[in-house]
């Protein structure tokens, strides 16, 4: 599922990232394997998620390029 | 006994906004600018230190993330250190993001060049309770570690101190070689290097193993004391970015930052605006027999122009505090993320908000603040419209214009509508521009959301006198040497004395009709009477004309400038009489007309001169200069023109 589908205080980890957006990704940290908090989905177009120790926020355009599976 | 000196060469390395830049100043004791965004750090900056018998030659890198990333300054920096590697690579990393940090750390060990390690921010991590094995990263790393806080005073003589031996013996730093190397060390030592020409595949691939080792490495170095992340601050983070209250709680605040900046600052305003008054009256009384002349150029010039500056120092002061506040409480990057919304919609990306909003302080800050834009295109996009947003400067203007021409009912709704003409023409412009010249996608929003935490007082203290400062040293220099000009323009060259009037009366209106002949007569009346042409379709004349010359040195000279024109600094109450003289003179419609003037066109010399820095192309300053000056001028005219035949 792509990241904003995530529910707020999941855990995930990232399985794959849009390729155009790759190098950017990487940048912020988010490569395949990261494991990500979910803090929050908000209706402002996009989520805050805790990656490495890091909060970041992100718009809904970017967020839905990351795919996540849930941590169980 | 003279020693001989040897010198070192010192790169700092680090990422984005780690306090690299501070400890550089620290260290060199150049005034570099510290801004509190990430990537300020845009050429290298060099400066050298001596200590002890070593000199050593500091250079500071950009900010970087690593060396895989295809950034025009990655790619310079990476340039640097391998085409002239120099002795030590001091690695300054954010002790608070260390994981994050540790990734450059392991690109830097692969060069093969003496490492220092600096934890800084430590405070910060501090208050985040986390802790660092300084030891262990020691030891992982076969280099010496400093943890450092950029804003304690012995910092820059540890580091120093730990440079030199460094320097002195490269080889033997904490050579813990009969210990049994740990996996981890194995696993750092055992990266392979990215090569120029890679594969993405492969290149992505060793992006990937790096940040498992340092997420491994961060694990075993930093010891959370208490919960992994406040939760305070997600708390925080739930009722400030909340779906529903989130924009509401966004527009009262700024609402209440405006609010505070007009109503606050209006007291001390009045009491400097009476000092002023005073001195104006005390240097004329001393001066009184003088030659007309001296007096008023010290009248008019010195006091009036620099005055007319001073007198709003307090509202600029109340601006950057709030400014200030809502920066280091973390704040303005929820804020930009809400605003992002909307200003995706015209064109501009979230993180413009913060340059957007300073803007309205002073455009010059502002403008250096659009460096934590990454996009080119979004840059100059925000930086056309930046002066738009009417900056603190353009206060006393509104602050004689209006009160002259509106009834007291319609000044507070006139103040508001030319503010809000600035903000829905800059989003216009943005939205034009972004159709036009500067098209593409608007880059992505993603920010990092700073802990909440309490302002500290030092830093909001220090950002707003330091502020304050500046726009004084402005009064001081730029407006007072403008001022100066202005009254030498005014003043010469002298009417010859057979065309003054032969009438030698000694009448006021005598008085006046012989002031305005010498005016229309010196170098700025004629410049005025030359650019009148242009100016007439708005109702302006050549005297609101020299005022507009005036204030394009800066925008508060309009008022001192209008102050000389109508030789107003000598009589009782010079406010309410120049401002008697205006109601007079123009047509509220004219008045109108002459503020949207100002608010729109012409940018200061000061903002003129940083675009053109920013923007690394004077031509792009001048045509956004001349632009803006075109779109005023057809905007008063069309007002102007509607407004008489609609009055008729």
Known sequence: MSLIHAKEGERVTVVDVDESYRRRFARLGVVPGTEINILAQSLHGGCVFLCRGIKWAMEMDMAQRITVEPIS | MKRSVKSIRVALAGNPNCGKSTL??????????????????????????????????????????????????????????????????????????????????????ELGIPLLLVCNMIDQANTMELHIDEDKLSRLFHAPVLCTDGHCGTTSVRILEALYSLAVDKGSVRSDSDEPADELTRRINSLKCMEEGESEESIMEKVRDRYRLAGQLSEAIVRHEGSPVSSLSDRLDGIFLHRIWGIPLFLGMMYLVFQLTFTLGDWPMS??????????????????????????????????????????????????????????????????????????????????????????????????????????????????????????????????????????????????FVYMTGIVLAALLALFLKKTVFRGHVSPFVMELPVWHIPSWKTVGLQTLGKAWLYLRKAGTVILGFSFLLWLAAAFP?????????????????????????????????????????????????????????????????????????????????DESLRSILTRHYSPLTGTC???????????????????????????????????????????????????????
């Not at chain 2, 030359?530 to 925008?555: C, N, Q, R, S, Y």
């Not at chain 2, 905007?635 to 609609?646: H, L, S």
Request: aromatic letters at 12%; proline letters at 4%.
């Open chain 2, 24 to 109: 550089f100043n620290h260290l060199t004791g150049l005034r570099q600018h510290i801004g509190n965004y990430a990537g300020v750090t845009v050429e290298q900056m060099k400066g050298t230190c001596l200590y002890r018998d070593i000199e050593f030659q500091f250079v500071d890198l950009p900010g970087l993330s690593g060396f895989w990333s295809s950034s025009e300054e990655e790619r310079a920096a990476k340039d640097y250190l391998t085409r002239e590697p120099p002795d030590i690579i001091m690695n300054v990393l954010d002790s608070a993001r260390l994981e994050k940090n540790l990734f450059l750390t392991l690109e830097l060990k």
């Open chain 2, 271 to 416: 009491w400097l605006e009476m000092f002023f008054e005073k001195m104006a009256d005390r240097v004329g009384a001393l001066f009184a027999a003088e030659d007309s002349l001296f007096r008023s150029f010290l009248i008019d010039g010195v006091i009036g122009g620099c005055g007319g500056v001073i007198v709003f120092l307090p509202n600029i002061l109340f601006l950057f505090l709030a400014i200030a506040l809502l920066e280091d409480s973390g704040y303005m990057a929820r804020a930009a993320f809400l605003a992002h919304r909307f200003l995706s919609r015209i064109g501009l990306p979230g993180k413009s908000f913060i340059p957007l909003m300073i803007g309205f302080g002073c455009s010059v800050p502002a403008i250096m603040a659009t460096r934590t834009l990454e996009n080119r295109r979004d840059r100059l996009t925000a930086m056309f419209v930046i002066p738009l947003m009417s900056c603190g400067a353009r206060v006393p203007i509104y602050a004689l214009l209006i009160p002259a021409f509106f009834p007291i009912e319609w000044r507070a709704p006139v103040l508001w």
């Open chain 2, 494 to 574: 002298r009417l010859p004395q057979e065309k003054l009037s032969d009438r030698s009366s000694d009448t006021a209106e005598a008085m006046i009709e012989c002031h305005e002949r010498q005016l229309e007569y010196s170098t700025i009346g004629r410049l005025g009477h030359f650019i009148e042409p242009v100016l007439k379709p708005m109702g302006a004349d050549w005297k609101i004309g020299t005022a507009f010359l005036g204030a394009f040195g800066a925008k508060e000279v309009f008022v001192a400038q209008l102050g000389i024109i109508y030789k107003v600094a000598d009589s009782e109450n010079k």
């Open chain 2, 594 to 648: 002459i503020i949207l003037f100002c608010l729109i066109g012409m940018p200061c010399m000061a903002t003129f001169a940083m675009i053109a820095r920013e923007s690394l192309s004077w031509r792009f300053a001048l045509l956004q200069w001349t632009a803006l000056t075109v779109l005023a001028w057809l905007i008063a005219v069309c007002v102007q023109q509607v407004g008489i035949r609609f009055l008729n």
